[in-house]
């Protein structure tokens, strides 16, 4: 199998909203965000599959020196070595990808964030600097698309962290702002056990309406000689908004299911922003 075989097989089968978007960009671009969005799945693997602690933390210091020799010109990794001839090309640094580890040794170091900044930092590392790298190579001319970049990025966690709250409690782990959760007196406990109540829901309607604020901003900061280029993003900002209505008219189900929309409505909703240009 070669490198770029791996990264394709390792983005298609994580059944991602960002492959659907990734499908519709020129040859070069598109492989250089599999080999990118391959080794996001790479270190977030560690954090998620690898059950004893000390040896999720042996591997991301592995990952850190394969970036570090990589970038010397010696990559190991398949992902590594499919990754790198792009870099240069779309200006993706050591550090770009050192933020992305460092965000995911969060993820072993820290389980419950006190407030929105603390969390906002972690979101910055896993999603933000992803979202920069992304525009990169979308195809961003204008520099204020940067900034678009990481208020979708945050966007996208935020959603991404309502979906997956009863999923990440049984792990041990609750994004949601410890002064949010005290705000709306909902108990951690009640979380672990999968209890809903009015105070639950007042809690994820308050996240949800943040979330769904944040798209409409971020949309607003992305300048118009971008937007063409940056259409893969738009299409993952449909169908992440659309998610999140979903969840919302579902009444916030999220502690014992993992709501998600088909394949095949993720693929409508790409196509229709590619076609239309406009975010659902």
Same mark, same amino acid.
């Given at each position: 199998?070669?490198? *770029?075989? %791996?990264?394709?097989?390792?983005?298609?089968?994580?059944?991602?909203?960002? %492959? %659907?978007?990734?499908? #519709?960009?020129?040859?070069?671009?598109?492989?250089?965000?599999?080999? !990118?969005?391959? !080794?996001?799945?790479?270190? =977030?693997?560690?954090? /998620? *599959?690898?059950?004893?602690?000390?040896?999720?933390?042996?591997?991301?210091?592995?990952?850190?020196? &394969?970036?570090?020799?990589? !970038?010397?010109?010696?990559?190991?990794?398949?992902?590594?070595?499919?990754?790198?001839? +792009?870099?240069?090309?779309?200006?993706?640094?050591?550090?770009?990808?050192?933020?992305?580890?460092?965000?995911?040794?969060? =993820?072993?170091?820290?389980?419950?964030?006190?407030? @929105?900044?603390?969390?906002?930092?972690?979101?910055?590392?896993?999603?933000?600097?992803?979202? *920069?790298?992304?525009?990169?190579? #979308?195809?961003?001319?204008?520099?204020?698309?940067?900034?678009?970049?990481?208020?979708?990025?945050?966007?996208?966690?935020?959603?991404?962290?309502?979906? /997956?709250?009863?999923?990440?409690?049984?792990?041990?782990?609750?994004? $949601?702002?410890?002064?949010? $959760?005290?705000?709306?007196?909902?108990?951690?406990? &009640?979380?672990?056990?999968?209890?809903?109540?009015?105070?639950?829901?007042?809690?994820?309607? #308050?996240?949800?309406?943040?979330?769904?604020?944040?798209?409409? *901003?971020?949309?607003? $900061?992305?300048?118009?000689? =971008?937007?063409?280029?940056?259409?893969?993003?738009?299409?993952?900002?449909?169908? %992440?908004?659309?998610?999140?209505?979903?969840?919302?008219?579902?009444?916030?189900?999220?502690?014992?299911?993992?709501?998600?929309?088909?394949?095949?409505?993720?693929?409508? @909703?790409? +196509?229709?922003?590619?076609?239309?240009?406009?975010?659902?």
């Amino acid at each position: 199998m070669t490198p *770029e075989q %791996y990264v394709q097989q390792k983005a298609a089968a994580s059944g991602s909203s960002f %492959y %659907y978007a990734f499908l #519709f960009l020129p040859r070069e671009r598109r492989a250089a965000i599999t080999a !990118f969005y391959a !080794f996001c799945r790479e270190v =977030d693997d560690v954090v /998620d *599959e690898v059950a004893d602690p000390h040896v999720a933390q042996t591997k991301l210091a592995w990952w850190r020196r &394969e970036v570090q020799t990589a !970038f010397a010109g010696q990559p190991s990794h398949p992902v590594m070595q499919a990754l790198m001839p +792009w870099a240069p090309v779309y200006g993706i640094t050591a550090a770009h990808l050192n933020a992305v580890i460092e965000g995911c040794q969060m =993820d072993l170091e820290q389980s419950r964030y006190l407030d @929105l900044p603390a969390l906002q930092r972690y979101c910055h590392l896993v999603a933000g600097i992803v979202g *920069e790298v992304a525009a990169r190579i #979308f195809g961003q001319t204008q520099e204020a698309t940067t900034a678009y970049a990481h208020k979708m990025g945050l966007a996208f966690q935020l959603t991404n962290i309502i979906r /997956d709250v009863g999923e990440d409690a049984l792990r041990g782990r609750i994004y $949601l702002p410890i002064s949010e $959760l005290q705000q709306f007196d909902v108990k951690a406990h &009640e979380l672990l056990k999968r209890q809903y109540s009015e105070r639950f829901s007042a809690l994820m309607k #308050f996240q949800a309406e943040r979330a769904l604020q944040l798209y409409d *901003e971020a949309l607003a $900061l992305l300048p118009a000689e =971008d937007r063409r280029a940056q259409k893969p993003g738009l299409m993952m900002a449909s169908i %992440y908004r659309t998610l999140l209505r979903e969840i919302q008219a579902d009444g916030y189900q999220v502690l014992h299911q993992r709501v998600s929309l088909t394949p095949l409505r993720k693929f409508w @909703l790409a +196509w229709k922003t590619q076609a239309l240009g406009r975010v659902a």
